[in-house]
């Protein structure tokens, strides 16, 4: 791996804002859009933690599927965020794009584990990787719709 390979010049760095720019526009994300998102990402979130509050369960077992819980989120938005990094053309190293991958793979892995030896009962199992999953898959949406709403407001604010 280069280590020149983030050094761009003034007018590569203007084509991959230009890029990003052109491509924000056509993908500007939906007022219902946006809110199921948030929906989603806050059900999801809110029913795994409820569900832990409750269980009868270990402080320890608690900590370990709530951390879990915040591993998996932040590995979720860092794919999201390294995936379309490299479709905008925006830099993104093979190292961080791999670690992120992994994180997400070993968090799914983790929560999966955590889950076939507890002793919960199977509809509870259900219950948690149900509300992980959504909220995985809500935080990739609410992480996209962040950045196309600023890339649009940037578009916006260029434009007048």
């Given at each position: 791996?280069?280590?020149?390979?983030?050094?761009?010049?003034?007018?590569?760095?203007?084509?991959?804002?230009?890029?990003?720019?052109?491509?924000?526009?056509?993908?500007?994300?939906?007022?219902?859009?946006?809110?199921?998102?948030?929906?989603?990402?806050?059900?999801g979130m809110v029913?795994?933690?409820?569900?832990?509050?409750?269980?009868?369960?270990?402080?320890?077992?608690?900590?370990?599927?709530?951390?879990?819980?915040?591993?998996?989120?932040?590995?979720?938005?860092?794919?999201?965020?390294?995936?379309?990094?490299?479709?905008?053309?925006?830099?993104?190293?093979?190292?961080?794009?791999?670690?992120?991958?992994?994180?997400?793979?070993?968090?799914?892995l983790l929560l999966i584990i955590g889950?076939?030896?507890?002793?919960?009962?199977?509809?509870?199992?259900?219950?948690?990787?149900?509300?992980?999953?959504?909220?995985?898959?809500?935080?990739?949406?609410?992480?996209?719709?962040?950045?196309?709403?600023?890339?649009?407001?940037?578009?916006?604010?260029?434009?007048?």
């Amino acid at each position: 791996m280069e280590t020149n390979q983030f050094n761009y010049s003034e007018k590569e760095t203007q084509k991959i804002k230009e890029k990003s720019l052109e491509n924000a526009n056509t993908y500007k994300p939906t007022t219902a859009f946006i809110g199921a998102s948030w929906i989603a990402l806050i059900t999801g979130m809110v029913s795994y933690c409820i569900g832990l509050w409750n269980a009868e369960m270990q402080l320890n077992e608690k900590g370990y599927y709530f951390s879990i819980l915040l591993f998996g989120l932040f590995s979720v938005i860092s794919v999201q965020k390294s995936v379309r990094d490299r479709l905008e053309g925006i830099p993104v190293t093979d190292m961080y794009y791999g670690i992120s991958w992994f994180t997400t793979i070993t968090s799914i892995l983790l929560l999966i584990i955590g889950l076939w030896n507890a002793t919960l009962l199977l509809s509870e199992k259900g219950f948690y990787g149900m509300s992980f999953l959504l909220s995985l898959f809500a935080a990739i949406t609410v992480q996209k719709n962040t950045r196309d709403m600023l890339i649009s407001s940037k578009i916006d604010k260029d434009s007048n």
